[in-house]
């Protein structure tokens, strides 16, 4: 099993340029989400999803879409990026939704600058 | 609604000594309780976590907590550091029903001296 993936690793983006940013699980998990991580900030939500077809906000979605129209993928959308957005992305999901006890399994990042 | 705080963004010691990360968690609801770490250029993966029954919980390479509900806390130590233990360090909380969703601290880097 790959576990979590996401693609690309790195991307150098210009402001108000768009892009996708990729995420696929192999485990069959119900929930999956996606973080950004700044310094001193700790991990924050910003989109999460129980199941396909259905998608919440987190903590900070502005400037970002989702959507899920299977369980394995769960891409992260940037319309016009802002160089508020440079940040380190991580996708992370879980066996269940609606239940706390569950790991988070965590994919390897996305690196992203706005210039 | 669900907190957690770690005091100190930075942790400090030498190899062979004590690591103590500090925790302290706010829910309305019992807690599950979990440690991360993330090592350089890494994602994040699971290093304990307590769901219900014996409050000392031990983890992978070495790390143990201990759940310490008049405390709220839930403080990670590990008896002797290791170079290979530099990282950083996330708690997280979450609950079942409505809290299910994990709510993590800003994270505790752990440097650790020869």
């Known amino acids: 099993n790959a576990g979590v993936t996401q693609t690309p690793k790195f991307q150098v983006l210009k402001t108000g340029q768009s892009m996708t940013l990729q995420c696929a699980q192999d485990?069959?998990?119900?929930?999956m989400s996606w973080y950004r991580q700044d310094p001193g900030m700790g991990l924050r939500l910003i989109h999460y999803s129980v199941g396909a077809g259905i998608t919440d906000q987190g903590e900070v979605p502005n400037g970002y879409n989702v959507s899920r129209s299977t369980t394995e993928d769960f891409p992260l959308r940037l319309l016009s990026a802002a160089p508020s957005q440079t940040s380190v992305y991580f996708c992370a999901t879980k066996p269940q939704s609606g239940t706390g006890w569950d790991t988070q399994y965590f994919g390897p990042g996305t690196r992203l600058t706005v210039l | 609604a669900q907190s957690v705080t770690q005091l100190g963004s930075h942790v400090s010691v030498s190899e062979g000594a004590l690591v103590l990360l500090r925790c302290n968690y706010s829910?309305?609801?019992?807690?599950?309780l979990f440690w991360y770490v993330q090592y350089p250029n890494q994602g994040l993966q699971l290093l304990l976590k307590y769901t219900t029954g014996a409050t000392l919980v031990k983890g992978i390479n070495g790390f143990e907590a201990e759940f310490k509900k008049s405390e709220t806390s839930f403080h990670l130590t590990k008896p002797s550091a290791h170079m290979s233990d530099a990282a950083e360090y996330f708690c997280a909380v979450s609950a079942s029903g409505g809290s299910y969703i994990p709510t993590f601290g800003r994270g505790t880097s752990l440097i650790v001296h020869p």
């Open positions: 829910s309305s609801v019992p807690p599950y």
């Open positions: 485990m069959n998990h119900e929930y």
